[in-house]
């Protein structure tokens, strides 16, 4: 696998290109709009020609499919040539479990959990051993603090969605935060959410 860019090009101007084994932890509650950035960002992934598997833990693909479908991207051809695979699972360890069976050379993998997570450690050492890079998102505020902790401790990069409301104003801000060797600032984003999907607006810090 090549180094691998996110589509967003005011996030992939400060970031720069993500690194194969990576693995980059996604804190969001889900009014930050978390799965609707991943699967954008996933599918700016298939155009480079790399490997998607998206794992929707308890969540139902087809709703997804219909989502992309209506902001124009289409996700069945992908599907149809092998580029993007959905894996449905029913709690966090099968989709784990998923991951070691359907992981190739190279792949980009996201692990999108409503529930509490579990690590996998030998599970996540598996799939850096293959460079592919693994995307985990989970609801911080379920989550018990001592995985949570495991979980940063583990991650090469944190990104953290935040929501800030002013009366009928709704902020949303996507924060990278500098964690070990793959990052050389922290980022703070500023996006939108509409029918078009995602635009990422006003840097307002870099530090």
């Given at each position: 696998m090549s180094r691998v860019m996110t589509g967003f090009t005011e996030l992939d101007t400060q970031l720069?290109?993500?690194?194969?084994?990576?693995?980059?932890?996604?804190?969001?509650?889900?009014?930050?709009?978390?799965?609707?950035?991943?699967?954008i960002i996933s599918y700016n992934v298939t155009l480079q020609g790399i490997k998607v598997i998206y794992v929707l833990v308890n969540d139902i693909a087809d709703?997804?499919?219909e989502m992309m479908t209506r902001l124009g991207?289409?996700?069945t051809p992908l599907e149809e040539r092998g580029e993007w695979l959905y894996v449905e699972v029913e709690d966090v360890n099968k989709g784990w479990k998923a991951c070691r069976e359907l992981c190739e050379k190279g792949m980009f993998i996201v692990i999108d959990s409503l529930t509490p997570p579990k690590i996998d450690v030998n599970a996540l050492k598996e799939i850096r051993e293959y460079e592919a890079i693994l995307v985990l998102r989970i609801n911080h505020e379920v989550t018990p603090y001592e995985e949570l902790v495991l979980l940063e401790r583990l991650a090469h990069m944190i990104v953290r969605?935040?929501?800030?409301?002013l009366g009928r104003r709704v902020t949303?801000?996507?924060e990278v935060t500098k964690f070990k060797r793959t990052l050389r600032?922290?980022?703070?984003?500023?996006?939108?959410?509409s029918d078009t999907g995602i635009t990422m607006e006003a840097l307002t810090r870099v530090g």
């Amino acid at each position: 696998m090549s180094r691998v860019m996110t589509g967003f090009t005011e996030l992939d101007t400060q970031l720069g290109p993500i690194e194969p084994g990576m693995f980059i932890l996604i804190e969001a509650k889900e009014e930050a709009y978390p799965t609707l950035l991943l699967h954008i960002i996933s599918y700016n992934v298939t155009l480079q020609g790399i490997k998607v598997i998206y794992v929707l833990v308890n969540d139902i693909a087809d709703e997804y499919r219909e989502m992309m479908t209506r902001l124009g991207y289409t996700l069945t051809p992908l599907e149809e040539r092998g580029e993007w695979l959905y894996v449905e699972v029913e709690d966090v360890n099968k989709g784990w479990k998923a991951c070691r069976e359907l992981c190739e050379k190279g792949m980009f993998i996201v692990i999108d959990s409503l529930t509490p997570p579990k690590i996998d450690v030998n599970a996540l050492k598996e799939i850096r051993e293959y460079e592919a890079i693994l995307v985990l998102r989970i609801n911080h505020e379920v989550t018990p603090y001592e995985e949570l902790v495991l979980l940063e401790r583990l991650a090469h990069m944190i990104v953290r969605l935040h929501v800030e409301r002013l009366g009928r104003r709704v902020t949303r801000r996507l924060e990278v935060t500098k964690f070990k060797r793959t990052l050389r600032r922290d980022i703070d984003l500023a996006y939108v959410v509409s029918d078009t999907g995602i635009t990422m607006e006003a840097l307002t810090r870099v530090g």
